[in-house]
């Protein structure tokens, strides 16, 4: 799916339809999918799924494959820009009340919520209830869930499982600060070469070399394993091999 068509996609959503989720998946979710069997469910029932990497967007088209590159900074911004109304609701999930207070100047907007889980909130019973409880009794027509994988396609998982709230999770990781300008997006050579996990690596070394040297890595040897498979014919495109 395109940035664009993701983007018509959650506009015309009824805000009171059953809470569902919108993922990005990339390399390190390749990686996640065989650890976690509850980030699998997510990625698999979600609402819908865009391509966040240009490395699988080349992989996939040697495998036969396809995809589109809908990265979730993109849909968020042209979310904002184009769907988004000063008094359309919206929840955020994580962030600061820093960042609130931006989007609120920014856009003017006037129907937000937040809350912010304790960091590693996903491993506490207590907080993870306290969050869907969250969602659930402040309904919203989208859900930013502000945290990278896999606590936000777990979360939403686990929102979707309680079964009382409504609109879209979507999970942007750190789209919200991109857009702010508290992050600063990569050069656009950077990101024109697929190279934007360097440059954020470069930035934040500390927090992300897990990310992006262990999961990362691992997702690309298992996504050349795939690549192969289906080049002899012992699986198709679009499915697991």
């Known amino acids: ?50 391509n966040d990497s240009r490395v699988l967007r080349a992989a996939g088209r040697l495998a036969g494959l396809e995809l589109e590159f809908a990265p979730g900074a993109y849909v ?21 009340p820093e960042l609130v207070a931006k989007l609120t100047d920014q856009f003017g907007l006037t129907s937000v919520t937040q809350h912010i889980p304790p960091m590693g909130f996903i491993r506490n019973p207590a907080a993870v209830a306290e969050a869907v409880e969250f969602v659930a009794t402040h309904p919203a027509q989208f859900v930013f869930v502000a945290m990278g994988p896999p606590q936000s396609e777990v979360f939403c998982q686990r929102v979707i499982a309680d079964g009382r709230a409504t609109g879209v999770g979507l999970c942007i990781g750190s789209s919200l600060s991109v857009l702010t ?31 992006y040297l ?11 394993r795939d690549i192969v498979t289906i080049r002899l014919g012992l699986a198709r495109a679009g499915m697991d091999a």
Not at 182 to 202: C, F, K
């Open 76 to 96: 968020v911004r042209d979310l904002f820009q184009s769907v988004i109304q000063p008094d359309t609701s919206i929840s955020i999930i994580g962030g600061t």
């Open 181 to 211: 300008h508290d992050l600063a997006p990569a050069p656009n050579w950077m990101e024109q070469s697929g190279l934007v996990w360097l440059y954020r690596l470069t930035k934040e070394p500390r927090r992300l070399w897990r990310r």
């Open 1 to 50: 799916m395109s940035v664009e068509a993701a983007v018509a996609a959650l506009a015309h959503r009824p805000a009171d339809a059953p809470f569902a989720a919108f993922v990005t998946p990339n390399l390190e979710h390749i990686f996640l999918k065989r650890e976690s069997a509850e980030f699998s469910a997510c990625n698999e029932t979600c609402w819908i799924s865009t």
């Open 214 to 224: 262990v999961r990362g890595m691992v997702g690309a040897v298992l996504c050349a």
